[in-house]
């Protein structure tokens, strides 16, 4: 079985401006707790939006991801957000880390979003990706 949660950060990894931006701290699920002490900063969180589709006659699966985007400020988390939305906008049949993702759909546009432990500025943004369910070497 694939790890599609994976499969995103592997993509978002590989772009070059979101890795310039974020540095590397793109993390799934929670962030990590070492970063948290130097919040707010260009950070990424991809969590299960909840939903899985699987094609009963095809091998293909559709997940949705929250991808939240934090930033010193709203406008810096803006700025990463169009990165990410750049980014997974151009995906089509790319193979990553042992798995075929066949398109990333951004589904509709970005809001604001505020942490509501930290109170950290954050855009937020609902992706849906598919993907051949089998593993690829």
Request: glycine content about 10%; overall charge negative.
């Amino acid at each position: 079985m694939i790890d599609l949660l994976l499969g995103v950060i592997e993509i978002l990894k590989a772009d070059t401006v979101v890795m310039t931006l974020t540095g590397g701290k793109i993390y799934g699920g929670k962030i990590a707790r070492e970063e948290v002490e130097n919040m707010p900063e260009k950070t990424i969180a991809v969590k299960d939006a909840g939903g899985l589709e699987r094609n009963q006659t095809a091998t293909t699966i559709s997940r949705r991801f929250d991808i939240i985007c934090y930033g010193e400020t709203d406008y810096e988390a803006g700025v990463l957000e169009r990165a990410v939305y750049d980014a997974l906008k151009s995906v089509e049949r790319v193979a990553i880390s042992g798995m075929l993702i066949h398109s990333a759909t951004v589904n509709g546009g970005a809001f604001p979003f505020e942490d509501p432990d930290m109170g950290w500025p954050a855009k937020i943004r609902t992706t849906s990706v598919l993907a051949d369910e089998r593993t690829i070497v």
